[in-house]
Nanobody, 123 residues
Framework: QVQLVESGGRLLQAGASLRLSCEASGRTFNKYAMGWFRQAPGKEREFVSSISRNGDTYYADSVKGRFTISRDNAKNTVYLQMNSLNPEDTAVYYC?????????????????WGQGTQVTVSS
């Protein structure tokens, strides 16, 4: 069992930067592929970014070039650095994990989910 706790979400203005963190419990964090998803009001949850256990990364087109995912296996933590934020990035951001060798992008494949952290970007 893996427990995920996101942090870092807050209210900020367009153009600002923010780093989200997701800390995982357990001693096998380095065996898990990790992902970030988001859900805006009235919309379905969507993929943002993911990182494999080996550090391969993948991004949604909407965030490519602005967001960077990374992981620190020594700290059992995955990060999402978000730059040039705009109001369309407003959402609850969720961290997810799945025991996997390769990179994972489908929500259905992720086994564990955090409670989410709210990011609100004002214009």
């Amino acid at each position: 069992q893996v427990q995920l706790v996101e942090s870092g979400g807050r209210l900020l203005q367009a153009g600002a930067s923010l780093r989200l963190s997701c800390e995982a419990s357990g001693r096998t964090f380095n065996k898990y592929a990790m992902g970030w998803f988001r859900q805006a009001p009235g919309k379905e949850r969507e993929f943002v970014s993911s990182i494999s256990r080996n550090g391969d990364t993948y991004y949604a087109d909407s965030v490519k070039g602005r967001f960077t995912i990374s992981r620190d296996n020594a700290k059992n933590t995955v990060y999402l650095q978000m730059n040039s934020l705009n109001p369309e990035d407003t959402a609850v951001y969720y961290c997810a994990a799945v025991f996997s060798l390769g990179i994972v992008t489908s929500q259905r494949q992720f086994e564990y989910w955090g409670q989410g952290t709210q990011v609100t970007v004002s214009s």
